[in-house]
C-alpha cells in the first residue's frame, strides 16, 4: 500500500520490483490515469487497486481494481458493511452521475473527535437512523462505484496528509516581516 506520487516513483525505476508482485494498492491521495497507464505498461500482469477512505472511518472504505483505458480513476464500491452515499442540498440523495457531498456509513465510521464536540456534530451526522461521515469530498456515483471530483473546501491532501490553507496562511502572517499571506496551488500541481 502506498501513496500514487509514491508508487509513480517505484515504477519509473529501470527494472520492475519484486518479481513476485501479484496486487499493489494505492491510497491517500488522488490516482492519476497516467499512473494507471504506465502500470500497465510496467507491470501488466499485476493487478491495480485504488482505495479510498478517510481516517474517520478506519483509513479504508472503497476500493476499485484499475484498468487501463479508462478515462478517469474511480475510488470504488463500498467494502463489505460500508454504505456510501452522495448528497446535495438537505442532505438528500442525488441520483446516479450527478455531483454532492460523499457520506459514508458503517462499523468503521469513527464515533467523532476526541475533545471537539463543535467539529463532531459537523462531521458526524444521523440520517435515515444510520450514522454517517461527511468526508467533504464531492463525487458523483455510477451504480455503487464513487468519483471523485474535489472538495466542498479548500483543504489539501499531500502525500496523503490534510492540510488547511487558512492554518497555513494565519502561521505565516505570525512571522516577522510578513503583513498578509495567500495560500495557493498551481493548476498543474503533482502532489
Do not use: K
Amino acid at each position: 500500500l502506498m501513496v500514487p506520487s509514491l508508487y509513480r516513483a517505484v515504477l519509473d525505476r529501470t527494472t520492475p520490483p519484486l518479481p513476485a508482485l501479484r496486487v499493489v494498492i494505492v491510497a491517500g491521495e488522488a490516482c492519476p490515469v497516467a499512473l494507471v497507464e504506465r502500470h500497465a505498461q510496467v507491470l501488466a500482469d499485476v493487478t491495480l487497486v485504488n482505495e479510498y477512505g478517510p481516517t474517520e472511518t478506519s483509513v479504508w472504505a472503497t476500493a476499485h481494481r484499475l484498468r487501463p483505458g479508462s478515462p478517469d480513476v474511480p475510488i470504488g464500491g463500498p467494502i463489505p458493511g460500508t454504505t456510501v452515499r452522495v448528497v446535495g442540498p438537505g442532505d438528500l440523495a442525488v441520483p446516479d452521475g450527478v455531483a454532492g457531498e460523499l457520506l459514508i456509513s458503517g462499523p468503521g465510521v469513527a464515533l467523532g473527535y476526541l475533545d471537539d464536540e463543535v467539529a463532531t456534530a459537523q462531521r458526524f451526522v444521523q440520517l435515515d437512523e444510520r450514522r454517517w461521515y461527511r468526508t467533504g469530498d464531492v463525487a458523483r456515483l455510477s451504480g455503487d462505484v464513487a468519483h471523485f471530483l474535489g472538495r466542498v473546501d479548500d483543504q489539501l491532501n499531500v502525500g496523503g496528509h490534510r492540510l488547511e490553507p487558512a492554518e497555513i496562511e494565519s502561521e505565516l502572517r505570525r512571522l516577522p516581516g510578513v503583513r498578509d499571506a495567500v495560500v495557493v496551488v498551481p493548476d498543474d500541481a503533482d502532489f
